[in-house]
């Protein structure tokens, strides 16, 4: 496989969802800029609690919010990390990166990066 993948699930009132829209359309076209092969953003649409784990639970979402579910992909992991060092000292994203700027709780945040095994 010749691509690597950044993924990433957070959870986002209901109420930002308009200003977390704003933001990532914003920050996916810097990471666009810079060579990401594509940026998606997606928010939950059939998800549910499970009996041991699932994307709720794994957020510790409450009442009032839906889960985000969101991925990058790159020609590599060496071209991601390359990447993801030029956004993180971007100007442009400077407010972003400010957790008290930001639309939904960073804490309650999870994101690694992916080699794929499988894709047709």
Known sequence: MAFY?????LPLPKKNLAAYRAMARKAGKI????GALEVNECVADDV???KL??????VKLKANEVVVF???TY???????????QVMNDPRLADMMNPKNAPFDGKRMFWGGFKPIVSL
């Open 70 to 72: 969101s991925w990058i």
């Open 75 to 85: 020609k590599s992991r060496a071209q991601r990390d390359k990447i993801n060092k």
């Open 31 to 34: 990471w666009r800029e810079y």
């Open 53 to 58: 784990t699932s994307f709720p639970q794994a």
């Open 48 to 50: 549910q609690p499970g």
């Open 5 to 9: 993948v950044d993924g990433y699930v």
